[in-house]
């Protein structure tokens, strides 16, 4: 394999990660602390057990940090699912293959009358996703949709299955400026146990497909765990290093990290890991200080309160008025959603709440951003 992140991956994969963070003791957080540029080994330190005693400090930091960078604007966004027909076995997934849920995937026209119901909310950033079936949520089709929905929104971003890199560039072209793509976990071994059928079963293919997307000259990559599948600690560090490799190789492109959290859904799964809200604190406020300039998402799988609280803590992307069900935006009753979601606002109803807490919706995503910011 070609120099990649595999390779960064691999320096670290067999650590005893979990041993060193639980060597680090008080006065390493704090000597942690006091830095301005943190190392791969000081972003393990603030992770550690020994760092939750000092989430308060971290916060503060992370505040000014987030503010110094993107001042007080959130961008907003909601998902678009245009198809949930999906190859794959992974078992902690509605859409997975064996489950009994009704298959479907809008056409072009259902995909513009979505558009239309979203728009009219005042969003410009659209996230689309699509199972893993690339016979029938071909990359064609995708494209096709981007093409609909770029009358509509500034910024289209895309959540589906990895892609060769000519396939991002043929994305790109037909419109997508983003790419979301989480590893889900990175464990490699216990990977290949949750995707036990289907093209998803590529560890290292998934792994790269951010580094292929920054090659092909997207805008915007995010990447993430699902976190909960396997020891917060290790997916959470493996997250920000992957975040890190790629801002320093691809400083034109503009990197974000998600930290969702494993919801309820069709099949029952339950994780590996439980993870609690002082942990998720403790993971973002970790990754402000490791990486300043990171983008970080946050998405409706949390509760209204506790999104609410996260605000001063180093978000910087919001989804509202979030359905996880293909079609959900016209039709609130139109099959099985992804996942369960937690809070349930609407974009008017997100935007109330930012205004009260002294933040400034950003519809327009990077655009508006970079003039509100300056």
């Not at 604007?73 to 293959?97: D, K």
């Not at 320093?248 to 990290?257: L, Q």
Request: aromatic share 8%; glycine share 6%.
């Amino acid at each position: 394999m070609t120099m990649s992140f595999y390779t960064t991956y691999a320096m670290w994969r067999d650590a005893d990660l979990v041993g060193r963070m639980q060597s680090v003791t008080n006065s390493d957080v704090r000597r942690t602390l006091s830095k301005r540029t943190l190392t791969a080994d000081d972003f393990l330190c603030l992770l550690s057990p020994a760092a939750e005693a000092h989430l308060e400090a971290m916060a503060r930091k992370a505040h000014g940090l987030t503010i110094a960078q993107f001042g007080r604007t959130m961008v907003l966004y909601t998902p678009l699912y245009l198809s949930n027909y999906c190859t794959n076995g992974c078992l902690y997934c509605s859409f997975n293959h064996k489950n009994r849920i009704d298959r479907r995937q809008l056409s072009l026209a259902e995909v513009e009358d979505e558009a239309r119901a979203i728009s009219a909310s005042g969003l410009k950033h659209i996230l689309i996703l699509t199972g893993d079936a690339p016979s029938i949520a071909s990359v064609d089709y995708i494209a096709d949709c981007c093409q609909v929905l770029d009358r509509y929104f500034t910024a289209i971003g895309i959540e589906i299955y990895a892609l060769t890199e000519d396939e991002y560039k043929r994305l790109i072209a037909a419109g997508a400026d983003s790419l979301t793509l989480y590893q889900e976990t990175y464990n490699e071994r216990l990977y290949a146990e949750l995707h036990p059928k289907g093209p998803k079963r590529d560890y290292g293919f998934r792994l790269d497909a951010p580094e292929r997307a920054c090659r092909a000259a997207m805008r915007a990559v995010n990447v993430g765990a699902l976190l909960g599948l396997d020891d917060w600690h290790r997916d959470a560090f493996f997250t920000g290093l992957h975040a890190h490799y790629l801002q320093d190789r691809y400083p034109e492109t503009e990197i974000s990290a998600s930290l969702p959290r494993i919801r309820p859904h069709v099949g029952g799964f339950q994780p590996g890991c439980v993870v609690e809200d002082r942990h998720l604190v403790q993971i973002m406020t970790a990754m402000r200080l490791f990486m300043p300039r990171l983008g970080i998402a946050i998405s409706t799988r949390e509760s209204a309160g506790f999104r609410d609280r996260l605000l001063p803590l180093g978000v910087t992307r919001m989804s509202a008025g979030s359905c996880t069900a293909v079609g959900g935006h016209i039709d609130e009753d139109n099959g099985t959603g992804q996942f369960e979601i937690s809070d349930e606002r609407s974009v008017p109803e997100m935007v109330a709440m930012l205004q009260q807490a002294g933040w400034q919706p950003v519809y327009k995503d990077w655009q508006s951003l970079g003039r509100l910011v300056s």
